[in-house]
Nanobody, 117 residues
Framework: QVQLVESGGGLVQPGGSLRLSCTVS????????MGWYRQAPGKEREMVAT???????NYAGSVKGRFTISRENDREMVYLQMNSLKPEDTAVYYC???????????WGQGTQVTVSS
């Protein structure tokens, strides 16, 4: 059974930082592309960042230069370092495989990030 468990969210002031973690239980994790997604109330879920097993990354324009996605293949973990947070970053953040996200499958519970003063 696929397991995706996100953690690390919370309340932070604008300009602050958070690091999200995703514990992954997926076969062949080290060669599986992973991504972070987010969904704000009233909006569709959007891709935030992706990273291939080899470490190649891609970011949404709205977070590029502020967020960094990384992974530790030996620990089957994916991270999202979020700096210079803005109120518009407020959302529930999820990790998932892009191949499954595209089919709206395999979503976990996510972790809430709230950026507010």
């Amino acid at each position: 059974q696929v397991q995706l468990v996100e953690s690390g969210g919370g309340l932070v002031q604008p300009g602050g930082s958070l690091r999200l973690s995703c514990t992954v239980s997926i076969n062949s994790f080290s060669v599986t592309t992973m991504g972070w997604y987010r969904q704000a109330p009233g909006k569709e879920r959007e891709m935030v960042a992706t990273i291939t097993g080899a470490g190649y990354t891609n970011y949404a324009g709205s977070v590029k230069g502020r967020f960094t996605i990384s992974r530790e293949n030996d620990r089957e973990m994916v991270y999202l370092q979020m700096n210079s947070l803005k109120p518009e970053d407020t959302a529930v953040y999820y990790c998932n495989r892009p191949s499954r996200a595209a089919q709206n499958l395999a979503w976990g519970q996510g972790t809430q990030v709230t950026v507010s003063s």
